[in-house]
C-alpha cells in the first residue's frame, strides 16, 4: 500500500521559514516524480514545485520562485520543500505527490498527472 505522509506545518509568522517533509512508503520511491501543490481556503489545488525522480529536473510556480526549494532523499524515500521568506498568501494546506511517468515540463504542473497523494499538512502565516 502506498503512502504519502506530510510532515513540518504549522504556523509561522511572515518572513519566516518552514521545511515540509513526505516520507513515501510502498512504492519505488527513486522511480516516481514528486510534487508539491497547496490549497487555500475557497480557492482550487495549485502547484508549488516538482522534482525528477533522479533530482536533475525541478520547477516551481511562478509565486513561489526564488523563496521556495524543492529537494528529495531518495536513500530516505523522502522529499522535501524548503520554504522560506513566507507571505501571507502562502498560508494553504501543502500536499505531496507522486508520478511515475517520465519527467515533462508543464505535465509536472498538472494535478491530474500524480498517481498518489499525501493526506496535507497546514500551512499558516501570519502578517
Known amino acids: 500500500q502506498v503512502q504519502l505522509v506530510e510532515s513540518g506545518g504549522g504556523l509561522v509568522q511572515a518572513g519566516g521559514s518552514l521545511r515540509l517533509s513526505c516520507a513515501a512508503s510502498g512504492l519505488t520511491f527513486s522511480s516516481y516524480d514528486m510534487g508539491w501543490f497547496r490549497q487555500a481556503p475557497g480557492k482550487e489545488r495549485e502547484f508549488v514545485a516538482a522534482i525528477s525522480r533522479s533530482g536533475g529536473n525541478t520547477d516551481y510556480a511562478d509565486s513561489v520562485k526564488g523563496r521556495f526549494t524543492i529537494s528529495r532523499d531518495n536513500a530516505k524515500n523522502t522529499a522535501y520543500l524548503q520554504m522560506n521568506s513566507l507571505k501571507a498568501e502562502d498560508t494553504a494546506v501543502y500536499y505531496c505527490?507522486?508520478?511515475?511517468?517520465?519527467?515533462?515540463?508543464?505535465?509536472?504542473?498538472?494535478?491530474?498527472?500524480?498517481?498518489?497523494w499525501g493526506q496535507g499538512t497546514q500551512v499558516a502565516v501570519s502578517s
Open positions: 505527490a507522486a508520478d511515475r511517468p517520465a519527467w515533462a515540463y508543464g505535465r509536472s504542473r498538472l494535478a491530474g498527472s500524480y498517481d498518489y
